[in-house]
């Protein structure tokens, strides 16, 4: 794969160690051992301490996963989440969900000494715009990004052109629920900002996977 063309992939998310001392009320991450451990090999290869970016949190189930598979000493993972919830958490406490991150992140960090975790609380287009502080240095350049925050499609748009500046030659960028949402009106599913993003920048990426069934093969190594 060459060095400069940056990956996306597409419907697919991470599942904690469940065996571990964790609090999870939900998992929706069916696709995530099959297909996450893959990611790792395209990661950008360099010895510099590796960046990554979750847009979304919730509980910590991919924050952890992030923390005990994809992370070394002195790695850094910044977490964007209003833990405000969106339409479909009218029902939720998030309160307690953002108390469960932090006592997730707590324990996986037990596991893996020396890494930084940053959590930002705010609206991803101002978590993201502080990332931008730093483009000029490519040192700062994330290595992955998940992006499952909100799921209004003005939001996804929003956070996936933001995301995709931030992210290094060579990164990997993942969307969850791809195909989340139906019967929902589209303008709140992902799928519409999702497609407009890849259509839009296709000349720059390489799709390695799409909603967990379909994989594209031109120009990309078989997972």
């Not at 995530?32 to 510099?48: A, I, N």
């Not at 479909?88 to 037990?110: L, T, Y």
């Not at 995301?163 to 992902?190: S, T």
Request: proline share 4%.
């Amino acid at each position: 794969m060459s060095e400069n063309v940056k990956v996306g992939v597409l419907g697919v998310a991470a599942a904690g160690d469940t065996k571990s001392n964790y609090e999870f009320t939900q998992d929706w991450f069916q696709y995530g051992l099959q297909l996450w451990p893959h990611l790792v090999q395209h990661l950008p290869k360099h010895q510099d301490p590796r960046r990554i970016l979750e847009i979304g949190s919730f509980e910590g189930r991919s924050t952890v996963w992030l923390i005990e598979n994809m992370m070394r000493p002195y790695d850094e993972l910044v977490c964007i989440d209003t833990w405000a919830g969106g339409e479909e958490h009218s029902k939720v406490n998030m309160g307690e969900v953002e108390a469960r991150f932090d006592r997730n992140v707590e324990e996986a960090r037990k596991k893996v000494t020396h890494i930084k975790v940053e959590k930002i609380k705010d609206v991803s287009t101002y978590g993201l715009a502080k990332q931008m502080d730093w483009l000029e240095n490519p040192l700062f350049m994330f290595d992955f990004i998940y992006v499952d925050g909100s799921h209004q499609a003005p939001d996804v748009l929003c956070d996936a052109v933001m995301a995709w500046r931030v992210l290094r030659d060579g990164g990997v960028m993942v969307f969850d629920d791809y195909l989340w949402g139906d019967p929902r009106m589209p303008l709140h599913r992902p799928k519409i900002a999702i497609d407009a993003f890849m259509n839009i920048f296709a000349a720059e990426m390489i799709v390695l996977h799409i909603g967990g069934q379909i994989r594209s093969e031109e120009h990309t190594s078989e997972l």
